[in-house]
């Protein structure tokens, strides 16, 4: 390589904002202009640090858990949703609350219900820990077992291998996912599929576009937060496909020059919990050592808008307040 050889970033599409995290954002932003700071969230709106920095700012305050939000202040629940405990211990204390959950998830949820009504076993496939896991978990704990990973199938048992259903997590990697499905359906064979896909479209379609680039890549960056399920998959994706290398990054600052010594074509994508000014940063500094042209891989355009959570519009249109929203910006120009 010469210092001429041209350099390039492969910048995939789509990437950044999905519809859940852009109306759950959103949310936040409405309620601190109608009700005034502070409003409470409980816990990160979505997993992003320059996010949850912004609206902090701004004045939402982030916490934990209900019983930090004064008795009857108000409160938002973040996009991973929360379990039916979560919103009695809410009413308990008598909260105001907006209820942020992204429409996908709640779709899990929905079905975690219907199946635990018909007494099936329910093997929910997910990150220990994670925020959605739990509240999905928790609409139905006694008909539900966690399945972290294809290394967990081997220890888990049902009552009746005749009635037992698989749902998801919505931020897995597909392949990961399916290879559970597989060792799961070995172990038993009359295992019932969900009806539709748990993993949502905005995973599927930022997976799609980074198999895309990352045969091409000699190194590619994922945007996105160390505790964004998604971010973090797709640095996984991005090296199970053939990448040379593969970092996430919190932000432009956390980017090192030596890990693109000798490399020409970058790769960029970024999660959904990001917003697009984060990787406008990076092809900047990308730009700055010598990666001046930017190619965008696009595999999938979106178009899917969800309206704000019921209670929000309900209290706008109350105060003659639009409730409209912009049309989502999937196809932003390079
Ligand atoms: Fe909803 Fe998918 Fe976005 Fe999660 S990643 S908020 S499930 S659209």
């Given at each position: 390589m010469t210092e001429n050889t041209p350099k390039r970033i492969l910048l995939a599409a789509p990437r950044g904002y999905c519809a859940g995290v852009d109306r759950a954002v959103e949310a936040v932003e409405k309620a601190l202009e109608h009700y005034g700071a502070p409003v409470y969230v409980r816990k990160e709106i979505v997993h992003n640090k320059y996010v949850v920095e912004s609206l902090t700012e701004r004045g939402a305050i982030f916490v934990e858990e209900t019983d930090e939000v004064p008795?009857?202040?108000?409160?938002?629940?973040?996009?991973?949703?929360?379990?039916?405990?979560?919103?009695?211990?809410a009413a308990a204390r008598n909260l105001d609350t907006i209820d942020a959950t992204c429409p996908l998830v709640t779709k899990v949820h929905k079905e975690a219900v219907?199946?635990?009504?018909?007494?099936?076993?329910?093997?929910?496939?997910?990150?220990?820990?994670?925020?959605?896991?739990?509240?999905?978990?928790?609409?139905?704990?006694?008909?539900?077992t966690l399945?972290?990973?294809?290394?967990?199938v081997d220890d888990i048992e049902v009552r009746d291998p005749e009635r037992v259903v698989w749902l998801s997590q919505t931020?897995?990697?597909?392949?990961?996912?399916?290879?559970?499905?597989?060792?799961?359906?070995?172990?038993?064979?009359?295992?019932?599929?969900?009806?539709?896909?748990?993993?949502?479209?905005?995973?599927?379609?930022?997976?799609?576009?980074?198999?895309?680039?990352?045969?091409?890549?000699?190194?590619?960056?994922?945007?996105?937060?160390?505790?964004?399920?998604?971010?973090?998959?797709?640095?996984?994706?991005?090296?199970?496909?053939g990448a040379g290398a593969s970092y996430r990054v919190d932000q432009a600052s956390e980017l090192q020059q030596a890990w693109f010594?000798?490399?020409?074509?970058?790769?960029?994508?970024?999660?959904?919990?990001?917003?697009?000014?984060?990787?406008?940063?990076?092809?900047?500094?990308?730009?700055?050592?010598?990666?001046?042209?930017?190619?965008?891989?696009?595999?999938?355009?979106?178009?899917?808008?969800?309206?704000?959570?019921?209670e929000l519009r309900a209290d706008l249109k109350a105060a003659g307040q639009s409730?409209?929203?912009?049309?989502?910006l999937d196809l932003r120009p390079v």
């Open positions: 008795e009857g202040a108000r409160v938002i629940f973040s996009a991973h949703g929360v379990s039916p405990a979560v919103h009695a211990q219907r199946f635990a009504k018909d007494d099936f076993d329910i093997l929910l496939i997910g990150h220990e820990g994670h925020e959605e896991v739990e509240g999905t978990a928790g609409e139905a704990p006694e008909h539900i399945v972290n990973g294809p290394e967990a931020t897995l990697s597909v392949d990961e996912t399916m290879e559970t499905v597989r060792l799961l359906r070995e172990k038993f064979p009359q295992l019932a599929d969900p009806p539709s896909d748990d993993i949502c479209y905005a995973t599927q379609n930022r997976q799609v576009a980074v198999k895309k680039i990352a045969p091409q890549a000699d190194v590619v960056i994922v945007v996105g937060s160390a505790n964004s399920s998604n971010s973090v998959r797709l640095v996984e994706v991005a090296l199970e496909s010594d000798g490399a020409t074509s970058v790769g960029l994508t970024s999660g959904a919990s990001v917003p697009e000014i984060l990787v406008r940063d990076v092809i900047t500094q990308l730009g700055e050592w010598g990666f001046g042209d930017v190619e965008e891989v696009r595999t999938a355009t979106e178009d899917l808008m969800f309206s704000l959570p019921r409730t409209k929203r912009p049309k989502q």
